[in-house]
């Protein structure tokens, strides 16, 4: 039925593209991805960000994150929230010879209800103290099952050592509460997989791509990649054990394997709930784009070559649509929540505007690995090649100085390598950054001036002399030999360290021992 209704839904949206002025901005996107060629222009037809599910609409609402955490910092907690069939309010209802799945409309409103309920019980109760804003994203796994992914932004920020009194990863004691014990084990195992189980869907080239199990740890550690490392005690530390069946037989299951969970929400909704703490701002955009994945369209799509630009016959070849989902339309739930409101101005919009970006705005951009919009340079200057343009002599990190300078050559000596005092010539190439949110060329020399250089671009050549200066630790453990190994003759490599040593742990595993 849902499917009748969608189709419908685009099918409207294909006899009015007029109303939605795709006319007004279309046509300069189509004239660049066609590189100009007319013949390769066809009728645009697209999904405006008012369809949900559709590619702009998953993008507003990840842009909706980012602007909460423009305003609010950096989200506090990052919950999952996944549908338990096994729950009394659904096996209660069901018939004789019935399961679970067989009544998607009883999962659905159930589910439902358990979220509401889960988000009063944070943002009214303040089990986490009060919150400032919270996003969730309900999504359907290939399984069908429903799950929520939610952030959470505190008023207060959780302290470090603040952390086990929320979230824990191991198993609780299974004599002073049972039950906790008994939904740990039967919802927060991971797994297991590994040895234990090859074929499980989380293994990728013999590796966990959730990376389990975990290590021990007596305490937890913060900063690690951006993600947190929660204590898991060993048996003789404190930890618990059980044992769960895989594969017909009895494996031992131990803290690595628990998924970190908030006791008090387990224990409230006995389903699979995973909390987890923001710790660090490399974490922040892929949360954000977690929770926001994109349409059911875009995997299709990026093997998609053909020219015409049907958005609409896209969305529905590219479309899955589960049963649990299908309900959920029908009944009217929404996919996506947040509090406070995010209000969006389309000014360029409703003045039928076309968006222009001026030329000072490109020239002020430094994307990463793209030379300055305004080089000066002069005969003697040293610079550095940012670009691989005839390898071993000119790839990237190569110094040379300049000899002479032309509109759109410059005649440089090398001053490195095996190629040292050889003349060469530099063109102007074509930059197109990657880390934009748009596409743009530059016509420009890939070089910038060079007076010093960093120790990872000085990879490959040999140095005379080199001197490191340890008094403040600058290598992270691990990295100390990159700057030892820039020279041939030991004897030149001078180290000035507070009382003749420095730390540089490799093998961390010998300390966790």
Known sequence: MYAKIESERLRFIRLNQKKLRVEDYIHLRDAINSDGNINKLGKPTILPSSFTGGPRYMHERTQDAMTNVRNFGRPDLFITFTCNPQWKEITDELMARQKSHDRHDLIGRVFHLKLN?????????????????????????????????????????????????????????????????????????????????????????????????????????????????????????????????????????????????????????NAHINVEYCSSIKSIKYVCKYINKGSDMAVFNLAHNDTQHDEVQLYEIGRYLSSNEAVWRILGFPIHERHPTVIHLNTTVETNQAVDYPTEFLNSLEPSGIPAHKLELKIGAPIMLLRNLDPPALCNGTRLIVKKLMPNVIEAVILTGHSAGKDVFIPRIPHIPSDVPFEFKRLQFPVRLSFAMSINKSQGQSLKVVGLDLQRPCFSHGQLYVGCSRLGDDRNLHILAPHRKTKNIIYTEILQE
Not at 133 to 162: M, S
Not at 213 to 227: A, I, R, S, V
Not at 236 to 257: F, L, M, P
Request: with cysteine.
């Open 117 to 269: 309920t889960l988000t009063n019980l944070i943002n009214k109760g303040k089990i986490f103290r009060t919150t400032r804003c919270f996003i969730y994203t309900v999504e359907w796994q290939k399984r069908g099952l429903p799950h929520a992914h939610i952030l959470l932004w505190l008023q207060e920020k959780i302290h470090v050592h603040k952390i086990d009194d929320l979230i824990s990863a191991e198993l609780p004691n299974p004599e002073s509460d049972p039950m906790l014990h008994g939904v740990i084990k039967t919802q927060m195992i991971h797994g297991p997989c590994g040895s234990f189980n090859p074929l499980s869907p989380c293994m990728k080239e013999g590796k966990c791509t959730k990376r389990y199990p975990g290590n021990f740890l007596k305490d937890t550690q913060t900063g690690h990649d951006g993600y947190p490392l929660y204590r898991r005690r060993k048996p003789e530390d404190g930890g618990y054990v059980t044992t769960k069946k895989v594969r017909g037989s009895e494996v031992g299951i131990d803290n690595r394997w628990i998924v970190p969970f908030c006791p008090l929400l387990t224990r409230a909704f």
